[in-house]
């Protein structure tokens, strides 16, 4: 019996080993009706500070030298194409299940997303963006995606011992509301 459950619980950790639990597999993408693949924008699972997540607000840092090599195909064709950015995205893990690593070119006003320094999205750098990149993560951030396909984000910053600061609502990363208390 012994026996049995060791070669049940060495299984599990080889499947586990081998990718079963991988978080950062090959990117996924969507298709379109030509059944190609089309690129689209990875979110945060957990867009907000916490002590469980993340204990730092800041969600960006701003390039103050070279990037760290070694780069991929794809990052040094977006630098060619680009040029250095401005901000550089904290690595996240995406609703996708995977780990997302996002440049941000403030002057341009492009965003580019890589799963495994392969680059799955290349597009305008939205406002919701860059308001995480001004202010940081909320201390507490919601979002609904009903069936009509428009993605409504809240951020509530609070200020010291929880008091309410201010709310920003997003609909499609468009910044919709801003209220201050």
Sequence with gaps: MIRL????????????????????????????????????????????????????????KQR?????????????DVLDRHGMPEYIRLRFKAESNELVDQWAFWDRGVTCQFVQGQLVYEGELSEMDRYL????????????????????????????????RHQVTFTNERLISEFRY
Excluded: W
Aim: hydrophobic share 40%.
């Design 5 to 60: 459950l060791s070669a049940f619980l060495l299984i599990a950790v080889l499947a586990l080993l081998a990718g079963c639990g991988n978080l950062n597999r090959v990117p996924r993408y969507n298709v379109d009706s030509n059944l190609m693949p089309e690129q689209f924008k990875r979110f945060a699972t957990y867009d907000e500070q916490d002590f469980i997540n993340r204990f730092r607000a800041e969600a960006y």
């Design 133 to 164: 990149i001004k202010h940081g993560y909320p201390q507490k951030a919601t979002y609904s995606a009903p069936v009509t396909g428009m993605r409504r984000d809240f951020f509530y910053y609070t200020g010291i011992f929880q008091t309410p």
């Design 64 to 76: 103050t030298g070279e990037i760290e090599e070694p780069l991929t195909a794809d990052q040094r």
